[in-house]
């Protein structure tokens, strides 16, 4: 959905860079180490669908993969790896082939069994996928990086026919009683018929937020998901009358439903899948995850306990040092919401700065939580604020290091830098420098803001990702080989702190593990791979 075309940038500027070794179980001479905040199955999970015997499947985009998920339990297994496995949305074919959409790629993508993986169509940001099971007529959407609604040929030999463009983002639909196509359009708060042989559309209900999804049930009842509201709607596709029968949290995506009518939801912010009883308006949690996918990560001291702050692509978030408690601060797609995709976050006592994904950077009262500013046309991968209240901004995919700065009466954005390979951490040296991870180049640089002056402390490096400092040291999470570095920066000598970290997400271009240092010395680094944080202790 909208997250894939909007982490699209950042996925393509370090795909190239993008692998993992196995990993051991992580050792630390001189810090115990322990998971503050458990893992979690899925990185994102999107779309939902059933096979033939009842077994309910999972897509996710950032994570590359299908997953195979056991309704009752809740036990996750691998279905498709990554990175074919990439699939926002899928279905079940009569013969039991699964098609989906592998919306980055820009691929529709088929398997039979266990038999290989088809390419049976090409379309820049194909979103939902569905078959019409009376005749098995394919159809599949674009949405947010593009707008269309095609007809694609399960073989594969024929080229995709167009049936309808500029549409409104007609997202996961379904096929009703009379063989047409009722799904939402995103972009108009609308849930529409569309006929896939005329291409006539008709508008069954709206006053929708943000309607995501759409499926019937055995006796033609429309359930649809208001992912802003946290809704699902059943709609009377006559009428056009709607009644919420289910509150749940925002961040919705998907929905699936099962041959015993039984609802099933995806929850991107959750990681989680919930079975939805439409009757009772309850729900029960199949699956659920404490955090979706922690990238970036920011500590502050709070008295003798440290609060963190997390970028976790579909919500930022805070986790208790203690207890590991996780606190929505804001969710992605929530109605209201100022938040976007955050892949990063950096913090002061004052201020909490995020940096969302393809999005504006944004400084927020941490006090309050409260937008208090936003920089848009950032090109940001991260950002940082030094003593001034100057932003440094590193444009991960331009290879720049640029600030923002003002008086209040006015914006003023420089270039530091124009010559960095993937700019990723950040930290503050002193008040005119900051330590920047150049992943690409395998590199750690101080740079001079004012001057632009560089140079490098750490080098040979595999993909150094987070940085922070820690008192006069530099901390390096060094993703390519699951390690956290500890670097002198007058000498350059390194030092290993802990290895065989869960770091450096298989096949998964989309890498940012974090790392904060908060009061005592205690360390913190996120794993891309497990959806968990870790917490290092002085022994």
């Known amino acids: ?12 500027a370090i795909a190239a860079v993008s692998m993992h070794t196995a990993l051991a179980q992580p050792t630390s001479d001189r810090y115990q180490l322990d998971r503050l905040v458990p893992p979690s199955d899925f990185h994102g999970v999107h779309g939902l669908a059933f096979d033939a015997q009842g077994v309910l499947y999972a897509g996710s985009v950032v994570g590359h993969s299908i997953y195979r998920v056991d309704t009752a339990t809740g036990k996750v297994t691998s279905f498709v790896g990554a990175p074919d496995g990439m699939a926002d949305d899928l ?26 993986i088809r390419k049976i169509a090409e379309l820049v940001s194909v979103n939902s996928i569905n078959v019409r099971k009376s005749d098995g007529r394919l159809f599949a959407a674009q949405v947010f990086g593009g707008d269309g ?31 047409k196509l009722y799904g939402p359009l995103w972009f108009k708060k609308q849930v529409v018929r569309i006929d896939p042989d005329n291409g006539k559309l008709d508008v069954v209900a709206d006053g929708f937020d943000t309607p995501a999804a759409a499926n019937f049930d ?17 709609v009377d596709i006559g009428s056009g009358k709607k009644k ?44 659920k995850g404490k955090l979706a996918i922690p990238l970036g990560i920011a500590a502050v001291a709070d008295g003798s306990r440290d609060t963190l702050y997390v970028a976790d692509v579909f919500a930022l978030r805070t986790v208790d040092s203690v207890q590991g408690k996780v606190t929505d601060v804001a969710r992605s797609h929530a109605a209201g919401t100022t938040i976007g995709y955050p892949v990063a976050v950096t913090a002061t006592q004052r201020y909490v700065i995020v940096t969302n994904n393809e999005g504006p950077v944004q400084r927020y009262e941490r006090s309050t939580m409260k937008l208090v500013q936003s920089w848009t046309d950032t090109h940001a991968g991260n950002a940082i604020e030094m003593p001034s209240g100057a932003l440094i901004v590193a444009e991960t995919t331009r290879g720049k290091l640029s600030r923002i ?47 632009g002056a560089r140079r490098v402390i750490a080098k040979g490096l ?52 974090g790392v904060a240092v908060g009061a005592g010395g205690t360390i913190y680094v996120t794993s891309d791979v497990e959806n968990s944080i870790w917490r290092l202790r002085k022994k």
Do not use: C
């Not at 959905?1 to 393509?12: F, I, P, Q, T």
């Not at 820009?106 to 266990?114: C, E, L, M, P």
């Open 149 to 179: 609604l095609w007809e694609i040929d399960p073989a594969g030999a024929q080229p995709p026919r167009l049936i309808l463009q500029d549409l409104g983002g007609f997202n996961g639909f379904d096929i009703g009683p009379d063989g």
């Open 1 to 12: 959905m909208r997250r894939a075309r909007r982490l699209s940038l950042w996925l393509a």
């Open 462 to 513: 595999d993909r150094p990702q987070g940085i922070a400092t820690d008192g006069p040291a530099v901390l390096v999470v060094e993703a390519g080989k699951g390690r956290l570095l500890r670097v002198d920066p007058g000498t350059g000598a390194v030092e290993v702190v802990a290895s065989g970290l869960p770091i450096g997400l298989a096949n998964v271009p989309i890498t940012l593990s």
């Open 244 to 287: 919420v029968v289910a509150k749940l949290a925002t961040a919705l995506d998907n929905l699936a439903i099962d041959a015993r009518d039984r609802v099933f939801v995806s929850n991107m912010a959750d990681n989680g899948i919930q079975q939805v009883d439409v009757v009772k308006g309850t729900a029960r949690q199949v699956v």
């Open 405 to 451: 700065s003002g008086n209040g009466s006015g914006e003023e954005r420089d270039e530091i830098l124009a010559d960095l390979a993937a700019p990723l951490g950040l930290a503050i040296a002193d008040d005119s420098a900051v330590y920047v991870s150049e992943m690409a180049a395998g590199q750690v640089s101080q740079i001079n803001v004012n001057s």
């Open 218 to 234: 055995s006796k033609w009842n429309l359930y649809v998901l208001d992912t802003a509201r946290g809704e699902v709607v059943r």
């Open 91 to 116: 279905v079940f074919l009569a013969d039991g082939t699964v098609v989906w959409t592998s919306i980055q790629h820009g691929v529709v993508r088929a398997r039979k069994g266990d038999g290989p």
